[in-house]
C-alpha cells in the first residue's frame, strides 16, 4: 500500500467543508487536526478528527481568520500541511504564502497564482491573454467620469463589480447614466467593508444568463484537466442555491468550447489545486464569456464527485504533496446527472433570515443515489456567528428526470426542528416548470418565483 501524502494535515475551517476534508484524510491514512474555534468545540469536526485544538473565540476575525494563529497550530501540533476548504483564509495569498514560509504545505495554488486569479481585473486580463473570451467590460473605473464613459460605449444596463468581490458584494446594475453616481458610491463602500478594497470595474449585464462553471485539477508536473461543468443559476442575490451536473443549458459543442478555455487559462497561472472557471452564458445570444475563477474548492463540488466518481478533496491533498493527477483527460467520463440543495437555517417566508438555535430533531435522508455532507447532529447547538449551511443534499440519478425526483423524495423525508430551513423552498424550485425544463437564469428566482409571492421575498 502507498504510503499517505502526509502523515498529518490541519483542517483550517469549520461546519461541513472540515467534516468532509477529515473524511478525505482518513481515507488516505491521514492523521487530521480540527482547528476550531469556542464556539466550534463540541462540533462534529472535533469529535470526527483524530485531534481539535482551540484556535480563539467565537467571531471568526479571532479565530478563523487569525493566518498566524492557524500555522502556529500546525506546527505545534506537527502537522504537514493544511487544508483552508472554503471561505475564510482560502483565497488570501498572504495565508499560502505564510504557510510557504513557515514550511506547511497549503492544500492549494501558489500565492502568486491566487493573486492573479483573486483580483478581477487581473483575472479578465489573463483570460484575454489566454484567448478566452470576457463580458464587454472596463478596466479599473477611477473615476466617475470614466464610469459614463466607458457605460456609454458597452452600453446601458452594465454592471459595477468589486475587484476583490465575491459572492455578489460590492455589484449594483446600473441601467441609465443618473444611477451611476449613487451606485458608484454604495458598491465601493461595500466592496471596501467586506474585502478592504474599494476598486471597481464595469461589465456589460446580461438580461437572461446562466451561471456555468468547469472544474479544473492541475499540478506541479504540468498536468491540467478538467472535469466537466456545474450549473449553478438557481441563485438568489447573487448567492447559488441548487447547483447541478452536467448542465442541461448546453449543448456538446459549447461544453468542449467552455472546457478547453477553463484548460488554457489554468495553464497560464501554472494552476495546481482544484479550481473553478466560471462563466456567464448569455440565453439569448447562445455566448458564454468569462467570469471569473475560484482558487479553491467550491461549496459545490460534490455534484462533479457524483457524475465523475472522482474524489476532488484526495486529488487536492495528493497534488499539495506532490503528486499528479491521479488520472488523465481521456479517463473522465460523465455518468447520469446530480443536482445539489444548500439546506440553511434560514426563513424564506422571512426574506431567508438566518435562524440559529438548538436541532431538537435531525434525521436526514439516506437511499440509493442520496449523499448529505453535513456537521449537524440532534442536539447540535446552530451557532450565530458563522454561514447558516446546515447541509448540502445530493442526489444522483441516470437521467436528470430522476435526479429531480429522487431530490424530492429525499427533501420529503428531511426531519429537522428547532431551526427554520430552507427545505420548503427547494421543494418549491423543484417543482416548478421553469426548473424542469432548464429555463431558469441567475435572476430567475427573484424576479419570478419571489416576484409571484409564492415564497415571501
Same mark, same amino acid.
Given at each position: 500500500?502507498?504510503?499517505?501524502?502526509?502523515?498529518?494535515?490541519?483542517?483550517?475551517?469549520?461546519?461541513?467543508?472540515?467534516?468532509?476534508?477529515?473524511?478525505?484524510c482518513d481515507k488516505l491514512g491521514i492523521e487530521s487536526v480540527a482547528a476550531v474555534s469556542e464556539a466550534d468545540r463540541d462540533s462534529l469536526a472535533a469529535r470526527t478528527a483524530t485531534r481539535a485544538v482551540c484556535i480563539g473565540p467565537?467571531?471568526?476575525?479571532?479565530?478563523?481568520?487569525?493566518?498566524?494563529?492557524?500555522?502556529?497550530?500546525?506546527?505545534?501540533?506537527?502537522?504537514?500541511?493544511?487544508?483552508?476548504?472554503?471561505?475564510?483564509?482560502?483565497?488570501?495569498?498572504?495565508?499560502? +504564502?505564510?504557510? !510557504?514560509?513557515?514550511?506547511?504545505?497549503?492544500?492549494?495554488?501558489?500565492? /502568486? $497564482?491566487?493573486? *492573479?486569479? &483573486? =483580483?478581477?481585473?487581473?483575472?479578465?486580463?489573463?483570460?484575454?491573454?489566454?484567448?478566452?473570451?470576457?463580458?464587454?467590460?472596463?478596466?479599473?473605473?477611477?473615476?466617475?467620469?470614466?464610469?459614463?464613459?466607458?457605460?456609454?460605449?458597452?452600453?446601458?444596463?452594465?454592471?459595477?463589480?468589486?475587484?476583490?468581490?465575491?459572492?455578489?458584494?460590492?455589484?449594483?446594475?446600473? +441601467?441609465?447614466? !443618473?444611477?451611476?453616481?449613487?451606485?458608484?458610491?454604495?458598491?465601493?463602500? /461595500? $466592496?471596501?467593508? *467586506?474585502? &478592504? =478594497?474599494?476598486?471597481?470595474?464595469?461589465?456589460?449585464?446580461?438580461?437572461?444568463?446562466?451561471?456555468?462553471?468547469?472544474?479544473?485539477?492541475?499540478?506541479?508536473?504540468?498536468?491540467?484537466?478538467?472535469?466537466?461543468?456545474?450549473?449553478?443559476?438557481?441563485?438568489?442575490?447573487?448567492?447559488?442555491?441548487?447547483?447541478?451536473?452536467?448542465?442541461?443549458?448546453?449543448?456538446a459543442a459549447m461544453r468542449a468550447e467552455l472546457a478547453d478555455a477553463a484548460v488554457r487559462l489554468a495553464r497560464r497561472v501554472s494552476y495546481e489545486g482544484a479550481g473553478t472557471v466560471e462563466f456567464v452564458y448569455d440565453t439569448d445570444?447562445?455566448?458564454?464569456?468569462?467570469?471569473?475563477?475560484?482558487?479553491?474548492?467550491?461549496?459545490?463540488?460534490?455534484?462533479?464527485?457524483?457524475?465523475?466518481?472522482?474524489?476532488?478533496?484526495?486529488?487536492?491533498?495528493?497534488?499539495?504533496?506532490?503528486?499528479?493527477?491521479?488520472?488523465?483527460?481521456?479517463?473522465?467520463?460523465?455518468?447520469?446527472?446530480?443536482?445539489?440543495?444548500?439546506?440553511?437555517?434560514?426563513?424564506?417566508?422571512?426574506?431567508?433570515?438566518?435562524?440559529?438555535?438548538?436541532?431538537?430533531?435531525?434525521?436526514?435522508?439516506?437511499?440509493?443515489?442520496?449523499?448529505?455532507?453535513?456537521?449537524?447532529?440532534?442536539?447540535?447547538?446552530?451557532?450565530?456567528?458563522?454561514?447558516?449551511?446546515?447541509?448540502?443534499?445530493?442526489?444522483?440519478?441516470?437521467?436528470?428526470?430522476?435526479?429531480?425526483?429522487?431530490?424530492?423524495?429525499?427533501?420529503?423525508?428531511?426531519?429537522?426542528?428547532?431551526?427554520?430551513?430552507?427545505?420548503?423552498?427547494?421543494?418549491?424550485?423543484?417543482?416548478?416548470?421553469?426548473?424542469?425544463?432548464?429555463?431558469?437564469?441567475?435572476?430567475?428566482?427573484?424576479?419570478?418565483?419571489?416576484?409571484?409571492?409564492?415564497?415571501?421575498?
Amino acid at each position: 500500500m502507498a504510503s499517505p501524502p502526509f502523515r498529518r494535515l490541519l483542517v483550517a475551517n469549520r461546519g461541513e467543508i472540515a467534516v468532509r476534508v477529515i473524511r478525505a484524510c482518513d481515507k488516505l491514512g491521514i492523521e487530521s487536526v480540527a482547528a476550531v474555534s469556542e464556539a466550534d468545540r463540541d462540533s462534529l469536526a472535533a469529535r470526527t478528527a483524530t485531534r481539535a485544538v482551540c484556535i480563539g473565540p467565537a467571531p471568526a476575525r479571532e479565530s478563523y481568520l487569525k493566518a498566524e494563529t492557524l500555522v502556529a497550530a500546525a506546527l505545534g501540533t506537527g502537522c504537514e500541511a493544511i487544508h483552508p476548504g472554503y471561505g475564510f483564509l482560502s483565497e488570501r495569498p498572504a495565508f499560502s +504564502r505564510l504557510c !510557504r514560509k513557515a514550511g506547511v504545505r497549503f492544500v492549494g495554488p501558489s500565492p /502568486e $497564482a491566487i493573486e *492573479a486569479m &483573486g =483580483d478581477k481585473i487581473s483575472a479578465v486580463r489573463l483570460a484575454t491573454q489566454a484567448g478566452v473570451p470576457r463580458v464587454p467590460g472596463s478596466e479599473r473605473i477611477d473615476s466617475l467620469a470614466t464610469a459614463q464613459s466607458e457605460a456609454q460605449r458597452v452600453g446601458y444596463p452594465v454592471l459595477l463589480k468589486a475587484s476583490a468581490g465575491g459572492g455578489g458584494r460590492g455589484m449594483r446594475v446600473v +441601467r441609465s447614466e !443618473r444611477e451611476i453616481a449613487a451606485a458608484m458610491q454604495s458598491a465601493a463602500a /461595500e $466592496a471596501q467593508a *467586506a474585502f &478592504g =478594497d474599494g476598486t471597481l470595474y464595469m461589465e456589460k449585464f446580461i438580461e437572461r444568463a446562466r451561471h456555468i462553471e468547469i472544474q479544473v485539477l492541475g499540478d506541479s508536473h504540468g498536468n491540467v484537466v478538467h472535469l466537466g461543468e456545474r450549473d449553478c443559476s438557481t441563485q438568489r442575490r447573487h448567492q447559488k442555491l441548487i447547483e447541478e451536473a452536467p448542465s442541461p443549458a448546453i449543448d456538446a459543442a459549447m461544453r468542449a468550447e467552455l472546457a478547453d478555455a477553463a484548460v488554457r487559462l489554468a495553464r497560464r497561472v501554472s494552476y495546481e489545486g482544484a479550481g473553478t472557471v466560471e462563466f456567464v452564458y448569455d440565453t439569448d445570444a447562445g455566448r458564454a464569456y468569462f467570469l471569473e475563477m475560484n482558487t479553491r474548492i467550491q461549496v459545490e463540488h460534490p455534484v462533479t464527485e457524483m457524475v465523475t466518481g472522482r474524489d476532488l478533496v484526495a486529488e487536492q491533498i495528493r497534488i499539495a504533496a506532490g503528486e499528479p493527477v491521479s488520472f488523465a483527460q481521456g479517463d473522465v467520463t460523465l455518468s447520469g446527472h446530480a443536482i445539489e440543495c444548500r439546506i440553511n437555517a434560514e426563513d424564506a417566508a422571512r426574506g431567508f433570515l438566518p435562524g440559529p438555535g438548538r436541532l431538537a430533531a435531525w434525521s436526514m435522508p439516506q437511499g440509493e443515489g442520496l449523499r448529505v455532507d453535513t456537521h449537524c447532529f440532534e442536539g447540535y447547538l446552530v451557532p450565530p456567528f458563522y454561514d447558516s449551511l446546515l447541509a448540502k443534499v445530493i442526489a444522483h440519478g441516470s437521467s436528470r428526470t430522476e435526479a429531480i425526483a429522487r431530490m424530492d423524495s429525499a427533501l420529503a423525508r428531511c426531519r429537522i426542528e428547532g431551526v427554520p430551513t430552507t427545505v420548503p423552498f427547494h421543494r418549491v424550485v423543484l417543482a416548478e416548470e421553469d426548473f424542469r425544463a432548464a429555463r431558469v437564469t441567475t435572476r430567475w428566482v427573484e424576479e419570478t418565483l419571489l416576484a409571484r409571492d409564492k415564497v415571501a421575498a
